[in-house]
């Protein structure tokens, strides 16, 4: 199983720039896909992107049209890290942010949060205006 650690989690201005971080220890190698999502009070879990982890180069990055174009997935292999940066940042941002490493054959640019079978416990983003 994968075990998942966000950080980076913060207060922000609307606007502003954040960049959270995941790392992954445990059996990663199954893992097939590692997506962000987010969920604010009272809301549903949101699917952000995801990374698929089969691609070498880190090109095959999903994302939602809500955050298309404002925010960025990467991964460093070497530190069992993949990141969220988030740029431009707006109050409806503000959630609890989870990253989940997914195994099963479901295509990573679905972004469907029932395909993910390990999860962080999330951190915290705080977007003010």
Request: charged share 20%.
């Amino acid at each position: 199983r994968v075990q998942l650690a966000e950080s980076g989690g913060g207060s922000v201005q609307a606007g502003g720039s954040l960049r959270l971080s995941c790392v992954a220890s445990g059996n990663i190698g199954d893992s097939r896909c590692m997506g962000w999502f987010r969920q604010a009070p009272g809301k549903d879990r949101e699917a952000v992107g995801a990374l698929s982890l089969r691609d070498p180069r880190g090109n095959s990055v999903y994302y939602s049209d809500s955050v298309k174009g404002r925010f960025t997935i990467s991964r460093d292999t070497n530190k069992n890290t993949v990141y969220l940066q988030m740029t431009g940042l707006r109050s409806e941002a503000a959630a609890l942010y989870y990253c989940a490493a997914q195994d099963d054959r479901t295509p990573c640019y679905t972004l469907r949060a029932s395909s993910y079978n390990s999860w962080g416990q999330g951190t915290q983003v705080t977007v003010s205006s």
